[in-house]
């Protein structure tokens, strides 16, 4: 069984906004693979289904980004799964511009509160994780109202595109595919 867990805030305030593209990526696969999300355990919001003849347990933690590593490690621990083989995070990324993908099988937090604490509870950084791009704070902004705002509609048309083949590198990544998704994603 894979977990593949989207990272962002809940609430309605926090919907569609930069901060919360993992979300966004796990509401597209539920849909495209008719995965039900409403269940709730440790701390998040989940559901499983079968994707690409496997388990999978969409997962959108609910204890805010800066935190999501409590229901992540909750659910690794209470299933017994290996991160390195069994976990991807999807995640924003502000030094990426918007709609361009980052895929790595590890890595440091590179400076994402909420990827610091996935890391810090689970105890390793070899897991694989899937970066969206959001683009970089404009100058003088700070940077939680940046990464809580709403994109242009240009950026948002990027973004959503980025989020499909973000959701299709998943599936490559289930299948095995790691390395195949990286080529044929990153930089995209």
Do not use: C
């Amino acid at each position: 069984m894979y977990v593949i867990a989207g990272l962002g805030n809940p609430t309605a305030k926090y919907e569609k906004t930069r901060h919360n593209v993992g979300f966004d990526v796990i509401d597209l696969l539920a849909k495209k693979y008719n995965v039900n999300v409403t269940g709730q355990k440790h701390k998040g919001l989940y559901g499983t289904g079968i994707i690409g003849g496997e388990r999978v347990m969409l997962l959108k933690p609910q204890t805010f980004m800066n935190l999501s590593g409590d229901s992540i490690a909750a659910f690794l621990n209470f299933y017994k799964m290996d991160a390195k083989k069994e976990l991807i995070v999807i995640y924003d990324d502000i030094n990426l511009a918007p709609g361009k993908l980052r895929i790595r099988m590890k890595g440091s937090a590179g400076g994402h509160n909420g990827m610091k604490n996935i890391i810090a509870r689970i105890g390793t950084e070899e897991f694989m994780r899937i970066r969206v791009g959001i683009g970089e704070k404009p100058q003088g902004w700070d940077l939680a109202d940046y990464v809580t705002s709403r994109f242009t509609r240009e950026e948002r048309l990027e973004v959503e595109q980025a989020m499909e083949l973000a959701a299709d590198a998943a599936v490559l990544m289930v299948d095995g595919k790691a390395e195949e998704a990286m080529n044929r994603y990153n930089g995209k």
